[in-house]
């Protein structure tokens, strides 16, 4: 049976319907139209699909959309259309080599960032999010120059 | 210049760019943008050549219907074939506008320079450029006689760190083939059998819900669905009910029954005179199999217009892809077409051809375009391997301590089951389709650069050496090209060898190389990561390694040192690392190329193994197959430091074998005890000190 769930989506209102324990992801990248959260294994375990959820980073693949009602959902998209600072440093740093990890890294290492997080405690945080290319150091590189 | 062979296969200008008449050039590759960073490169070139802005290049990659053929993207190939094809084809499509235009002028090519598309004499703009001559001249001739590519001192673009052109966009969402969407297009997944040779009971009823499908053809099973939860939720309900009948290939350990049943030994490599020497040193080293563990999962989309068929795939060879596709599909090859769209990051033969198949079946079966996707479960048990292999060497030394002779046995399935290698399509879903095609047994690249045995004759200055590869008959996993091949093991092996010769000639292990070689480039890249390493700090946990390696001893070369501490685990704190790649296009680039193979091995030496039970893989998720993590990147300084007006040698797949073996040296340097299995792990150091 299929649930109606309204909650906040990059500062805006909206409503979805589909049964309640599809993840959250399936619904940012279909009838939302937000594909820059991606599936990397519905598992919880490699961070591609980490978006915010009342601030706080959390993979979106097993996130049961009614645990999300009323509250603020925030994805790459809302990243990138506040121009979080760290993106440009990202590429400036050349910092990625294929890219599917990286949205998810971004969302996440952007809230800790605007908490003001260090990179150190970053860096740990992100043991969460897997990257296979080695582009480690760069994302690194990129984080330092952006937290405070 | 050579002619490099894929412009010997397509020798007209016309095969590689054409000009637009708003300014752009179009660029055709068959070379694809894996995540390496080759649509740049390609892109750095031809703005080059053309004196044209970057972003006045519009490159299409691996589409059958118009790219040059050019066979696979493997092998750190790319620049050095695909790039060179490009710069003499588009310095001949300079020629040939310069030419056309001095004819217009009544004046000399020669004295006509390109500045931005703009055709220049004596400083100022005539009034002609690239995009006004676009209509007028033909070229459709071929590029080798026009083709004189600048000199490297004047090349402007090639060899600079631009920005890669594709990076902000791979943070968004529309670039990729996961984010395509067809009208009417469903969402697939297949169901996998549990092993190679399991076979299906009778299916159970299933009662889909309303926009969803099953899709049976033969053992081939799928559940397509306008929804793609729904197409996931139902597929794993529907697997869970299956009865499968396991068949006997799944009691063969891929590590312990490597050498009980050899089907072929093959000599690969033989000097005539193996000398006896005074002394004898060996190593035996075993790599179980690997994942390739690509952060996406494969994806393909097809779609069918009456007998028409179109994929879009992230395969390395969509010309192979095509011709496969055809042969499972019994379908004619012109009407199909496969376009590459970007995917997640591949370090080789993985399931993305795969996919694709099962995307035709889909489509076909449900009457729609469909997306089809595999689950992370699969892409560790369904997708090929890089095969579980066991390295044995062993040198003989004189009184002075230089080795007299080497020889070395390879035991390991084939490293390439490439669809349309050895003629064979190796589309997964081929061998449970009602007119089954088994698949391929596979094959290797022969010597010089070889498969299994890629790298296992060593690049060091000795007399004899002889080189065998042995093959298992029964192996229970899909096994394939990864980054290198054998090179990452061998390479281990050897330099761990190079290490004992040089212990049992009382050498320092470094010197010991130097007086193996004489190429003065391989000399300066060991001399100069041995620089950047600086002094050694001493402490009992604390331990140094090197290595080394020509890849395919004709490619680029790398030497690395590293650092480890070991407690209960390795942790590789520094690694400091000297290449020569000849020309690099982008030095930044290649360098990301560099590193990024360098954490790759330091997880596959110190982390990863699919686990097996007899024959049967275990590894299911992440959680099974954990590999390094942000928290255990070392410090990386890598400095590159060949000529740029030497021939490109490539760089995707110089470092893994270096870089590992200056882990596994570390280690042995801080415990004493020559590791003889990989990984690495916390289990294996508990092992390798009782």
């Known amino acids: 049976m299929n649930e109606a769930v309204a909650f906040t989506l990059n500062g805006k209102e909206v409503r979805i319907e589909g049964p309640p324990a599809m993840p959250l992801l399936f619904a940012l990248r279909g009838q939302l139209d937000h594909k820059g959260t991606r599936l990397g294994c519905g598992e919880g375990h490699c961070g591609a699909c980490t978006v915010t959820l009342d601030g706080v980073p959390v993979t979106s693949c097993d996130l049961p959309i009614s645990a999300i009602a009323g509250k603020n959902v925030g994805t790459v998209e809302g990243v990138l259309a506040a121009d979080h600072p760290l993106a440009a440093a990202l590429i400036r740093h050349q910092a990625g080599q294929c890219g599917y990890c990286l949205p998810g890294i971004l969302t996440r290492a952007a809230a800790l960032i605007d908490q003001g997080q260090c990179a150190e405690d970053i860096r740990n945080a992100l043991d969460a999010n897997l990257c296979r290319c080695g582009a480690h150091g760069r994302i690194m590189a990129a984080i330092r120059e952006v937290a405070s | ?690």
Not at chain 2, 44 to 53: G, K, M, N, R, S
Not at chain 2, 569 to 583: L, P
Request: aromatic content about 6%; hydrophobic content about 45%; overall charge negative.
């Open chain 2, 1 to 690: 210049m050579n002619v490099p062979p894929p412009l010997k296969n397509f020798p007209l200008v016309s095969q590689w760019l054409s000009f637009a008449s708003d300014g752009g050039v179009d660029l055709l590759s068959g070379r694809v943008e894996l995540g390496q960073g080759i649509a740049t490169a390609l892109t750095q070139i031809a703005a080059d050549e053309l004196d044209v802005a970057i972003n006045a290049i519009r490159l299409t990659q691996g589409h059958t219907g118009v790219s040059p053929a050019e066979g696979p993207t493997v092998g750190s190939l790319s620049v050095t074939f695909g790039g060179q094809s490009i710069r003499m084809a588009t310095a001949a499509a300079r020629a040939l506008m310069l030419g056309h235009a001095a004819e217009l002028l009544q004046t000399t090519a020669s004295d006509l320079t390109v500045c931005a598309g703009e055709i220049i004499k004596d400083g100022l703009e005539t009034g002609l450029s690239y995009a006004s001559l676009s209509a007028d001249v033909d070229l459709a001739v071929p590029a080798v006689d026009h083709a004189q590519p600048k000199a490297a001192s004047d090349r402007q673009i090639a060899g600079t760190s631009v920005q890669r052109v594709d990076l902000a966009a791979r943070l968004t969402a529309g670039y990729l083939l996961h984010d395509m969407e067809l009208n009417g297009m469903w969402h697939g997944r297949v169901i996998q059998p549990p092993a190679l040779d399991a076979t299906l009971g009778a299916l159970p009823d299933l009662e889909l819900p309303d926009g969803a499908q099953l899709v049976r053809e033969g053992q081939f099973l799928a559940v397509v669905a306008v929804d793609e939860y729904v197409a996931l939720r139902e597929a794993r309900r529907l697997a869970g009910r299956l009865d499968w009948q396991m068949g006997s290939i799944s009691s063969v350990h891929p590590i312990d029954g490597l050498e009980a049943d050899i089907a072929e030994s093959e000599t690969l490599y033989d000097s005539d005179d193996l000398m006896a020497g005074i002394t004898e040193v060996s190593i035996s080293l075993t790599k179980p199999a690997l994942s390739h563990g690509s952060i996406g999962l494969s994806c393909a989309v097809a779609q069918w217009q009456g007998d028409a068929l179109k994929v879009w795939a992230h395969s390395q060879n969509v010309f192979a892809l095509k011709d496969s596709l055809a042969r499972v599909l019994k379908h004619p090859a012109e009407l199909i077409t496969v376009i590459f769209a970007p995917g997640a990051g591949c370090y080789g033969h993985n399931s993305s051809d795969d996919v694709a198949l099962d995307a035709a079946l889909m489509a076909r079966g449900v009457g729609r375009p469909v997306r089809a996707l595999w689950q992370r479960q699969d892409e560790f048990q369904n997708a090929p391997l890089n095969p579980a292999m066991k390295t044995q060497m062993t040198a003989r030394l004189d009184d002075a301590g230089r080795i007299v002779s080497f020889d070395a046995r390879v035991i390991s399935p084939p490293h390439s089951t490439r669809p349309g290698g050895a003629d064979e399509p190796n589309l997964r879903a081929q061998q449970f389709l009602p007119n089954a095609m088994p698949m391929g047994p596979g094959d290797d690249p022969p010597q010089p650069q070889g498969g299994a045995d890629r790298n296992a004759v060593p690049g060091y200055l000795i007399p004899a050496v002889r080189v065998v590869r042995d093959r298992p008959v029964h192996v229970p996993y899909r096994y394939s090209a990864m980054r290198g091949l054998g090179t990452f093991t061998n390479v281990i092996a050897l330099e761990q060898l190079m290490e004992s010769c040089a212990e049992a000639a009382g050498q320092d292990g470094i010197e010991y190389r130097l007086a193996h070689l004489d190429d003065p480039r391989a000399i300066a890249v060991i001399e100069t990561a041995r620089d950047m390493a600086g002094p050694w700090d001493k402490a009992d946990d604390v331990g140094y390694g090197f290595g080394y390696a020509r890849y395919k001893n004709s490619a680029g070369y790398l030497a690395c040192m590293a650092r480890i501490v070991v407690g209960d685990e390795v942790r590789v704190t520094d690694v400091w690392s000297a290449g020569d790649v000849g020309e690099a296009i982008n030095p930044d680039g290649t360098i990301n190329q560099i590193e990024g193979g360098i954490v790759q091995a330091i997880s596959w030496a110190l982390k990863e193994e699919i686990g097996f039970a007899g024959g049967q893989n275990l590894t299911q998720s992440w959680e099974d197959y954990p590999i390094l993590k942000f928290s255990e990147i070392p410090r990386l300084q890598t400095r590159l430091i060949g000529p740029q007006d030497a021939v490109p040698l490539g760089a995707g797949e110089i470092s893994s074998g270096p870089a590992g073996a200056a882990v596994v040296n570390a280690v042995r340097a801080v415990l004493g005890v020559v590791p003889e299995r990989l990984p690495l792990s916390r289990h294996a150091l508990v092992a390798l000190l009782s």
